[in-house]
């Protein structure tokens, strides 16, 4: 299994920025799609950007043009960088990761989440 960590999140102002990372770690391991959800509370958890071990990107519309998803293959490391900020970005942020391993997959790993806060 893949063990996520992640680290970045806090507390800024409306129109500021944060930058999360996600460190993957594991056995065996080869990881084809790794990404960013939120989660507000009272509610389910939602996309917020994806990227291929190819670097192919997909992000939520509400994101576009203000966050950007970037990878580091060698370090098995996911980035998200969030810049002009609102505090309708409040929520709770997890990484997410699809591998397989020399046994089969796809596995579905998610980190423990970081909490992002945007003050008006």
């Known amino acids: 299994q893949v063990r996520l960590v992640e680290s970045g999140g806090g507390l800024v102002q409306a129109g500021g920025s944060l930058r999360l990372s996600c460190a993957a770690s594991?056995?065996?391991?080869?990881?084809?799609?790794m990404g960013w959800y939120r989660q507000f509370p009272g509610k389910q958890r939602e996309l917020v950007a994806t990227i291929t071990s190819g670097g192919s990107t997909n992000y939520a519309d509400s994101v576009k043009g203000r966050f950007t998803i970037s990878r580091d293959n060698a370090k098995n490391t996911v980035y998200l960088q969030m810049n002009s900020l609102k505090p309708e970005d409040t929520a709770v942020y997890y990484c997410?990761?699809?591998?397989?391993?020399?046994?089969?997959?796809?596995?579905?790993?998610w980190g423990q989440g970081t909490q992002v806060t945007v003050s008006s």
């Open positions: 594991g056995n065996d391991f080869s990881i084809n799609v």
């Open positions: 997410n990761t699809i591998s397989h391993t020399s046994f089969g997959g796809p596995y579905n790993s």
